[in-house]
């Protein structure tokens, strides 16, 4: 089945510094890839879409320039958190659509704690 | 504005019992629509969809939803909970341009 993966599974940083995470589709092309926020307890926000080769596409609220997005290759997208803040801290899902359309394969998450 | 609605936020059920999980959404045309379960500080593992056709849709683990239009409801059921199905379950909604809507979940609590 496809694979969607991410790395790092958790990092801690120090408010200000910058944060990369990458999401990687292991066994398949994904030309669209999606990153979700999820706050403790609550359900998953799109952040942006991205596509492969163009700027990704953010959603109303989302700072494109503390959330970087480059989406370089058909299997990978990296989502860059800068200047980091406590606030940032949450959880960060990426996914990566298949050739089956609307369907989303996700990773396991990257758990972002801002100290 | 598509929307999904879980109404409920957690449910405790016993072992062995059954499972319903209910998800409204609001939505102009057909929808593609979703379940998935996600455990603690894990991603999201999707159990079963609906495209078209046959409103009894199948997944894994023993998961079947019902898509019923004129109540503008998909809700998950299982026939008998095992202790392994204590997890999070997300209702989802394909809002068209590829955009997914998530429910905000429900929590299953399974006990003994």
């Known amino acids: 089945g496809a694979v969607v993966s991410q790395h790092p599974s958790w990092v801690i940083c120090k408010s200000g510094t910058s944060v990369k995470i990458e999401c990687r589709s292991l066994d398949f092309q994904a030309t669209t890839m999606f990153w979700y926020r999820q706050f403790p307890k609550q359900s998953l926000m799109l952040m942006a879409t991205s596509n492969e080769g163009s700027k990704a596409t953010y959603e109303q609220g989302v700072e494109k320039d503390k959330f970087l997005i480059n989406h370089a290759s058909l299997t990978l997208s990296t989502l860059t958190v800068t200047s980091a803040h406590p606030e940032d801290s949450s959880f960060y899902i990426c996914s990566a659509e298949g050739a089956d359309l609307y369907e989303q394969y996700f990773g396991p998450g990257t758990r972002l704690t801002v100290t | 504005a598509q929307s999904v609605t879980q109404p409920d936020i957690h449910i405790t059920v016993s072992e062995g019992a059954s499972l319903e999980l209910r998800c409204n959404y609001s939505y102009g045309a057909t929808p593609y629509l979703f379940w998935y379960v996600q455990s603690p500080g894990q991603g999201l593992q999707l159990l079963l969809k609906y495209f078209s056709g046959d409103t009894l849709v199948q997944g894994i683990k023993g998961f079947e939803a019902e898509f019923k239009r004129s109540q503008s409801s998909f809700n998950l059921r299982k026939p008998s909970v095992h202790w392994s199905d204590a997890a999070e379950y997300f209702c989802?909604?394909?809002?068209?341009?590829?955009?997914?809507?998530f429910g905000a979940g429900t929590r299953l609590f399974v006990k003994a």
């Open positions: 989802a909604v394909d809002s068209g341009g590829f955009k997914t809507i």
